[in-house]
Nanobody, 125 residues
Framework: QVQLVESGGGLVQAGASLRLSCAAS????????MAWFRQTPGKEREFVAS????????YYVDSVKGRFTISRDNAKNTVYLQMNSLKPEDTAVYYC??????????????????WGQGTQVTVSS
């Protein structure tokens, strides 16, 4: 059974940093694209960042470019999201996603088969 487990969320003040982790189990995603999405109540799930199977290519939504960094450690089957200079508008539940067939350029959440349970990030002003 495939599981993705996120951790690292929390409540921080604007300008602070957080590092989210997503550990996969049940199968390896080495060589497969992985991504982070976020969602706030009443809104659709939003693409945040993605990374190619061996980490050579990364993609970001414009609103986080220069502040967030996605990375991965295939030996640990884990993907990370380093979030710096956090803003109140970054407040959301953050989800990790993976799939065996999507390209890292995919930003549509419907194309990802595996999802974590989400971790809450709250940024106060």
């Amino acid at each position: 059974q495939v599981q993705l487990v996120e951790s690292g969320g929390g409540l921080v003040q604007a300008g602070a940093s957080l590092r989210l982790s997503c550990a996969a189990s049940g199968r390896t995603f080495s060589g497969n694209a992985m991504a982070w999405f976020r969602q706030t109540p009443g809104k659709e799930r939003e693409f945040v960042a993605s990374i190619s199977g061996y980490g050579s290519r990364t993609y970001y939504v414009d609103s986080v470019k220069g502040r967030f960094t996605i990375s991965r450690d295939n030996a640990k089957n884990t993907v990370y999201l380093q979030m710096n200079s956090l803003k109140p508008e970054d407040t959301a539940v953050y989800y990790c996603a993976a799939d065996r067939t999507v390209a890292a350029t995919t930003q549509n959440p419907k194309n990802y088969r595996y999802w974590g349970q989400g971790t809450q990030v709250t940024v106060s002003s």
